[in-house]
């Protein structure tokens, strides 16, 4: 007879085997049309770290959740536990870049031509990887605040617990802890502001862009129309999608740190955290009309 906790490990452990052969899908589809394909999009490489970085939150938070919950004995050390601590930090931190990142070109390159951001839609293909570069210092770089000022979880090795890579309680009289939570609270704010502004700025010109060819009828204008608008709507519900379980996870992982904590916050915090990149990689998979459809099929 399984116990509920074998029964949510079975569950954390498929959607992290689906999300990650998304990704991987994803990854070699973009890279296939990137390296091989004369059909290349500047798109193509913020896709390319999207869909890695989204791997990299599916292996190091899904298998140490799963192996936890099914108490599989801990073989790694103090140093080992930090290791993918910090690691967990760092791919979600790039899946937030490279999502606003993705956000944000997609608002450049649709804009009208007579508006403010038109000089930028020659200047942002050439941007993308100086960015992808920046996004990886900076969050390095944030990595080494984590390790120098907050103590990372300690390993308490049993056969009951496994490896303590997830939450722990706060500690509020710790005033080097709650400096990092409120410097990580502000850096998530501004990349969903970021995102939430591209956003609104995409549905302002989907929504006149509607208006306009409502009355035109010319077959080619509007199937060149029709292309940009699902590629920028898919881009819309990836943002939805992402600000949504990114608001609730953090929700849940406050709640664990107080007093009357439970397990299942934490569980519901980590689970929330996975369906973004589990999801994420099958949404722009179905709406890229620039893969191959022999290599979808193969």
């Not at 906790?5 to 998304?22: N, S």
């Not at 490896?163 to 500690?171: A, F, H, I, Q, V």
Request: a positive charge.
């Amino acid at each position: 007879m399984l116990t509920s906790d074998e029964i949510l490990g079975m569950v954390y452990l498929l959607l992290t085997v689906v999300g990650f052969l998304g990704n991987c899908i994803l990854f070699f589809l973009n890279s296939f049309n990137f390296l091989i394909v004369h059909r290349t999009r500047p798109k193509n490489l913020i896709i390319i770290h999207l869909a890695f970085s989204n791997a990299m939150v599916l292996l190091f938070r899904g298998i140490p959740t799963t192996t936890r919950l099914w108490r599989v004995k801990c073989l790694l050390d103090d140093t080992g536990i930090k290791i993918i601590t910090y690691v967990q930090t760092l791919s979600r931190s790039l899946s937030l870049c490279s999502t606003c990142h993705l956000s944000v070109f997609q608002a450049i390159i649709i804009s009208p031509t007579n508006s403010i951001w038109a000089q930028l839609k020659k200047i942002a293909p050439k941007c993308i990887i100086p960015c992808i570069l920046l996004c990886w210092i900076f969050n390095l770089l944030l990595i080494m605040i984590l390790i120098l000022y907050h103590d990372a979880p300690k390993n308490r090795t049993n056969n009951k617990y496994g490896c303590n890579t997830g939450y722990r309680y706060l500690d509020r009289y710790n005033k080097n802890q709650l400096k990092m939570i409120i410097i990580m609270c502000i850096y998530d704010s501004l990349f969903m502001c970021l995102m939430t502004f591209s956003s609104v700025y995409m549905i302002l010109i989907l929504y006149k862009h509607k208006k306009h060819v409502s009355h035109i009828h010319s077959n080619s204008v509007s199937t060149k129309i029709s292309h940009e608008t699902v590629a920028t709507q898919a881009i819309l519900l990836l943002m939805s999608i992402f600000v949504c379980f990114n608001v609730f996870s953090p929700f849940f992982a406050v709640l664990f740190y107080f007093k009357y904590a439970h397990s299942w916050m934490i569980h519901a915090s980590v689970f929330l955290s996975l369906w973004y990149p589990v999801v994420s990689p099958f949404i722009l998979i179905s709406i890229d009309s620039q893969i191959p459809r022999t290599c979808v099929h193969r």
